[in-house]
């Protein structure tokens, strides 16, 4: 029937693409059944709590990368800050900021392909001292070897973060300098040696539904620990900047849909989320999301936190 979704609602039930591909398909009222399921399998599966995370953007600008979507990339022409690695002070004043507005996770994030052998031995010391101040450390570097990721263990990382973007189908589509064997390559070194491991990716690319479910299949083969879900928030200057956003009715479908892919994963709501959903922001979680970022993005401004934490209250979900 059109609009109505056929859905399995048992947890024992393994999804696959053939039967998740049905599930994009679900329009009008359907959608709200949809929802409903997402959201009895959050609670099931991950319980009323919401993991908060934050980031730091430690070096930004200048990516030899060209990532189409990204205003960091020095293929693009935007406004996007260009600075070296901060300083240790400064990123552990973002980090202390983080925690008092109620974040578990800290992330430190920088532009290019990898650090340099000077700038990770920083970035481990930085990590050592996150770690002590009661939050769990996590970092977004790039691909990075498993030499590299062992130091970082060693320095107390508890997650690497590391985005698919989207289905290795598609990916060509948004980046030529790196591959996504290269990607899941970074992902495997990570897992292999215990760390957690955090990959997403970005919708609203231009890319299919067919794309979306194929990015699920794989970020689940992966064992990824959180999904990040990033909606575009298109730049002027990047090669996607007269993009549309997606409406917030489909985004809240991609979150269901990855809910129901993926039933005991954290899904983790991050960029794109207020210009993206809107009124709607708050549905995230009855969606199936259980996670999220809060504070500013990159390049891009996010809400407030106080905001974020009074909205999860709202929710009657806990921290």
């Given amino acids: 029937m059109p609009g109505k979704a056929v859905i399995n609602q048992s947890t024992e039930h393994i999804v696959d693409k053939k039967y998740a591909l049905s599930l994009s398909a679900t329009q009008g009222a359907g959608v709200y059944e949809l929802l409903n399921i997402a959201n009895k399998l959050r609670v099931e599966n991950r319980g009323g709590k919401v993991d908060l995370c934050s980031i730091v953007n430690a070096k930004s600008g200048a990516c030899p990368e060209d990532c189409s979507f990204c205003a960091q990339s020095a293929h693009s022409m935007t406004n996007a800050k260009i600075y070296p690695l901060l300083g240790k002070e400064e990123i552990l004043k973002a980090a202390l900021s983080a925690k008092e507005n109620k974040a578990r996770r800290f992330c430190i994030v920088t532009s290019g392909k990898k650090p340099s052998a000077s700038e990770l031995e920083k970035i481990c010391a930085i990590i050592s001292e996150i770690s002590l101040m009661g939050l769990l450390p996590c970092a977004t570097l790039g691909m990075l070897d498993k030499y590299q990721l062992s130091a970082l263990k060693d320095a107390g990382l508890n997650r690497y973060h590391h ?72 730049i002027a200057g990047t090669p996607l900047g007269s993009s549309e956003t997606l409406s917030p009715m489909e985004a809240l479908k991609v979150i269901a849909i990855y809910r129901i892919i993926m039933p005991d994963r954290e899904i983790r709501i991050c960029g794109g989320r207020l210009a993206t959903l809107r009124g709607l922001a708050s549905q995230i979680f009855l969606a199936g999301a259980d996670g999220l970022l809060i504070g500013n993005y990159l390049t891009t401004s996010g809400g407030s936190p106080a905001d974020d934490i009074q909205m999860i209250e709202d929710m009657g979900l806990e921290l």
């Avoid at 985005?163 to 899941?184: G, R």
């Fill in 163 to 234: 985005n698919l973007e989207t289905s290795e189908a598609f990916f060509k589509e948004i980046c030529t300098t790196h591959t996504y064997k290269d990607k899941l390559r970074t992902i495997d070194c990570a897992k292999s040696l215990g760390l957690s491991v955090c990959s997403g990716g970005i919708f609203g690319l231009g890319e299919s539904w067919e794309d979306r479910i194929d990015m699920a299949f794989a970020i689940r083969d992966t064992g990824a620990d959180s999904v990040p879900i990033n909606f575009l928030s298109p």
